[in-house]
């Protein structure tokens, strides 16, 4: 469940970021300022960065590997990217700085992400039968 979820969730992220990339760069153009231009491709950038994150929490989940650290990356991407992306391009359309409060909250749950990936990485099978630093996959 986990897995088609976190897949499904890349793909759709990987589409708004394709169709926010292109509509910054082109539709955008004449009708944000550019000084507000920037947030959309901030957000897009990051949101792109994460992607891969989110597929190999994906990749994880579907071997029942790296037990609750892959369920902390799961939620702190999809929360993380939604939060940090999210909020710069409301902040570029809108121009009100109150939404810029959401984006490092944002950025905490991706660097949380990322950190939780070292996790799960960390309780796969190495060499012997009880994982890596005695660890053993939860499933």
């Known amino acids: 469940m986990m897995t088609r ?3 499904a969730l890349a793909g759709l992220y990987g589409a708004i970021g394709v169709a926010l990339g292109a509509f910054g760069a082109h539709a955008l153009k004449e009708r944000v300022p550019a000084d507000r231009l920037v947030h959309v491709d901030t957000g897009v950038r990051y949101l792109f960065t994460s992607l891969p994150g989110i597929l190999a929490t994906a990749a994880f989940a579907s071997d029942c590997m ?10 702190a991407f999809a929360f993380g ?3 940090f ?3 710069l391009v409301v902040l570029a359309f809108t121009g009100d700085r109150r939404w810029g ?9 991706l660097m949380l992400g990322w950190l ?3 996790g799960a990485a960390l309780m796969l099978p190495g060499s012997g039968s009880g994982g890596w630093f005695g660890f053993s996959p939860a499933c």
């Open 5 to 7: 979820t976190l897949v």
């Open 101 to 109: 409060a959401a984006t490092p909250v944002g950025g905490v749950l």
């Open 66 to 75: 790296g037990g609750i650290f892959v369920t902390i990356a799961g939620f």
């Open 85 to 87: 992306t999210g909020s």
């Open 81 to 83: 990217v939604l939060l």
């Open 116 to 118: 939780a990936v070292i």
